[in-house]
């Protein structure tokens, strides 16, 4: 077993240099699996992704390779969904951005209308993507805070679960247009990138926040700054930026964003059964041939 102990992201070619030998791996996100790594290491036989997404992989390569491609989803639903209204809570009552003023030392008087944010209670959030994330913040949403839900998703979700998020599906554009607050959920795929540019923002209210707890690439970061510099909408909350963790320097220079270095699933009990469940799948794919949370069918394999 050969682990990496230091914070330093290996590079693509010292991954596979470490990977020879190896027949199973254990990565966080930040390694990229692709098909010069698969090529180079004939022998390796899983990757097990120590998050829920996966944009990291490239699955059709690890199929054909043979190479057993497996995620953490469950484990971090409910931590991801309260950090996610925590972010919406951050960014609609400007709570960063008070604090900055605060610690600066510009706090000479109260005023009535000092950092006078967005109402998050009775108002309309719209979340697009309701897999189990969006599911858990629409049950925050509409049971804690009597807001409002509407989303979009590729398919529509069963009566039954729209009852019991009490959300009501609709069209993105309708969505863009009516929300209050707009939270992003999506998978990210070549389909889902840049799901919010400059002609979505464009839709959005005035009023409105965004939240990205999803992927970096489901927005347009410059798009973003430039909406968030100019007041097309009020304000932001990232989680996730494109090319991170380098992050648009046009996001750096405008105070109505709160940046958070994806830390959705941070806390101490979900990191330890995240990583639990990706040794988990590790220890059963190479024991008894079969992992708990695969994300690919390898030819030949038992139905």
Not at 51 to 73: E, H, I, K, Q
Not at 215 to 244: M, S
Request: net charge neutral.
């Amino acid at each position: 077993v050969e682990s990496n102990q230091t914070d330093e992201v290996w590079s693509g070619a010292e991954l596979s240099r470490r990977m020879q030998g190896k027949v199973g791996a254990l990565t966080t996100g930040s390694e990229r699996i692709d098909s010069a790594l698969l090529q180079a290491n004939p022998q390796l036989r899983i990757v097990a992704n120590m998050a829920v997404g996966y944009n990291n992989f490239d699955v059709p390569a690890m199929t054909a390779a043979g190479v057993l491609a497996s995620n953490t989803p469950d484990v971090l639903t409910e931590t991801t969904a309260d950090f996610g209204f925590a972010l919406l809570m951050a960014t609609a009552r400007r709570i960063t951005e008070s604090e900055h003023f605060l610690r600066a030392g510009k706090w000479t008087k109260w005023s009535y209308d000092m950092f006078a944010g967005a109402e998050v209670h009775g108002s309309t959030i719209g979340i697009i993507g309701m897999g189990r994330i969006g599911q858990g913040i629409a049950r925050r949403a509409a049971h804690g805070f009597g807001m409002n839900v509407i989303y979009h998703n590729r398919s529509r979700l069963s009566p039954e679960l729209e009852a019991e998020c009490k959300a009501r599906y609709v069209s993105k554009q309708e969505l863009l247009q009516t929300a209050d607050h707009v939270m992003l959920v999506v998978p990210y795929s070549a389909e889902s990138h840049h799901t919010i540019g400059a002609a979505e923002l464009a839709l959005m209210k005035p009023s409105a926040t965004l939240v990205n707890i999803a992927r970096g690439g489901i927005v347009d970061d410059a798009a973003l700054a430039k909406a968030l510099a100019a007041g097309q909408i009020a304000a932001a909350g990232l989680d996730v930026f494109e090319g991170e963790p380098q992050v648009h320097p046009d996001l750096l220079k405008v105070p109505n964003v709160v940046l958070t270095p994806h830390i959705a699933s941070a806390t101490v009990k979900t990191r330890r059964a995240m990583a639990q469940l990706a040794a988990d799948n590790l220890i059963a794919y190479l024991t008894r041939g079969q992992a708990l949370t695969p994300l690919n069918t390898l030819p030949g394999a038992a139905a």
